[in-house]
């Protein structure tokens, strides 16, 4: 699993029928402190109702399937988790999405 942020909601007129109801989002991929990586991760996300801004877990490979709804559709790389809070010691501990 990786730590990240959905930074795009990607528009596409044309899928394949498999992900047609699915939202793709780039996520850019975070270090526990939260500083950016230089790495984007396109992620598939059907039915947690996340978007924009949210801090996420992300899932690659054949596990992606394994989230509800997602057997059958052809994906690599999907959202399994929206991150509330870390606390992994003193200088990790963050509540993430205040308003």
Known sequence: ?????IKKELV?????????????Y?????????????????????TLGLGVGDYVLVIKGSPCRQLE?????????AISA???SIFIEERYKFLLNQV
């Open 1 to 5: 699993m990786d730590f990240g942020i």
């Open 26 to 46: 780039l996520v850019q991929l975070l270090k526990l402190d939260r500083t950016e990586r230089k790495e984007y991760m396109v992620c598939a996300e059907n």
């Open 69 to 77: 709804g997602n057997k059958e559709m052809p994906i690599d790389n």
């Open 82 to 84: 929206k991150v509330d």
């Open 12 to 24: 596409c007129t044309v899928k394949d029928p498999a992900i047609k109801s699915v939202k793709l």
